[in-house]
């Protein structure tokens, strides 16, 4: 069940009230007793994922370590040589 923030328009009055979404909205102020309650809109709370779980285990990418995974010698391609930088017909493919 959702928490829902109210504010007396009254007398300034605010609090926080647990009721269930389909429960009516409150009308009357507890503190002043007038008809001036107004339900504020919040931003509401994210999810929060406690212990252990999936994120850890199934999606995150451990960090690889420079003696764990062996290291590759990149060489440069070599040029095309001419004016036709190799995509003529006088160059093999």
């Given at each position: 069940?959702?928490?829902?923030q109210y504010e007396c328009q009254a007398?300034?009055?605010?609090f926080e009230e647990l009721q269930a979404?389909?429960?009516?909205?409150?009308?009357?102020?507890?503190?002043?007793?007038?008809?001036?309650?107004?339900?504020?809109?919040?931003?509401?709370?994210?999810?929060?994922?406690?212990?252990?779980?999936?994120?850890?285990?199934?999606?995150?990418?451990?960090?690889?370590?420079?003696?764990?995974?062996?290291?590759s010698e990149s060489k440069p391609s070599?040029?095309?040589?001419?004016?036709?930088?190799?995509?003529?017909?006088?160059?093999?493919?």
């Amino acid at each position: 069940m959702p928490t829902y923030q109210y504010e007396c328009q009254a007398c300034g009055h605010s609090f926080e009230e647990l009721q269930a979404m389909t429960d009516a909205k409150l009308k009357q102020c507890p503190k002043c007793r007038k008809k001036k309650l107004v339900r504020l809109i919040g931003g509401g709370s994210g999810m929060i994922f406690k212990g252990s779980g999936f994120y850890e285990t199934d999606y995150k990418r451990k960090p690889s370590s420079a003696k764990d995974s062996p290291k590759s010698e990149s060489k440069p391609s070599p040029a095309p040589a001419g004016p036709c930088g190799g995509s003529c017909a006088c160059h093999s493919h």
